[in-house]
């Protein structure tokens, strides 16, 4: 039962992150831990966390386009990996789907309940009730923070039984297919993060620290460590130059 409170608490607190301030701390690289912690196994969250930290790296909002719900996702997944001994490939299998229906559960909520609260908002904005406004604010939020955490708990708590059963009736080659998926989905996430920002100032950059790794075998910590200096090198050398007004704009890559 403490576990299961606990569980509720922790996705209470992520859900509420676009209320405290978008600090990055709902991720799967963040939840996995503190989820292993819970269940009294600290290195197998930290393991599935950063496992799926890696497969939803480029699971972001795009204007009204909402991606699935890394935060269920990660702290279910998370979790029925740890209680039912499947490690990274079971969060795999569960993460996905979780996070598919708790957006389902978000959609509803924001398409009802934050649309009928929005024209309310704007019906304070109109007469100048700026407490009214904010009173909106927060109902918006724990209008759905808290019904998400209870379901979350609850899934939590009875689902267990459920998630072994179907994991038990997945075949063995679908598993390994899914620890074969495991190490190509970091290739995925870094790639969709790299066609957002590639262009022609930093594709070299790109490749000068793919050619340190594959060439010199330098490990990531001395990548990052000689990104860094160039950054500031780069950073001393242009912050004194002027701007010019009607500079080439051709920055695709």
Do not use: W
């Not at 039962?1 to 991720?27: C, H, P, W």
């Not at 990996?81 to 299998?93: D, F």
């Not at 789907?97 to 609260?117: D, E, H, Q």
């Not at 070299?204 to 490990?219: H, T």
């Amino acid at each position: 039962m403490v576990e299961t409170l606990l569980i509720g608490i922790l996705a209470l607190i992520m859900n509420m992150e676009s209320f405290l301030g978008y600090g990055q701390f709902s991720r799967p690289i963040v939840v996995g831990p503190l989820v292993g912690l819970i269940l009294g196994d600290f290195q197998t969250g930290l393991l599935v966390g950063a496992s799926l930290e890696l497969a939803f790296m480029g699971n972001i909002t795009i204007g009204g386009a909402l991606p699935p719900d890394i935060i269920a996702g990660g702290i279910l997944g998370t979790a029925f990996a740890i209680t039912t001994n499947t490690g990274i490939e079971g969060a795999l299998v569960l993460a996905l789907p979780i996070a598919t229906l708790s957006l389902l559960f978000k959609n509803v909520m924001y398409i009802f309940a934050r649309g009928y609260l929005s024209h309310r908002a704007d019906a304070y904005a109109d007469q100048g009730d700026d407490k009214g406004v904010a009173r909106m604010h927060v109902v918006a939020n724990l209008i759905y923070t808290i019904p998400i955490a209870i379901i979350t708990a609850l899934t939590f708590k009875f689902g267990g039984e459920v998630v072994q059963s179907i994991l038990a009736a997945i075949p063995a080659f679908v598993m390994k297919g899914l620890s074969v998926a495991t190490g190509l989905l970091p290739a995925l996430g870094f790639a969709m993060i790299t066609k957002m920002i590639m262009n022609k100032k930093v594709a070299p950059y790109f490749y000068i620290g793919f050619c340190l790794s594959a060439y010199l075998n330098i490990p990531v910590l001395g990548i990052a460590v000689f990104a860094t200096l160039i950054a500031l090198l780069v950073i001393n050398n242009t912050k004194d130059e002027p701007v010019l007004a009607g500079g080439n704009k051709d920055e695709e890559f």
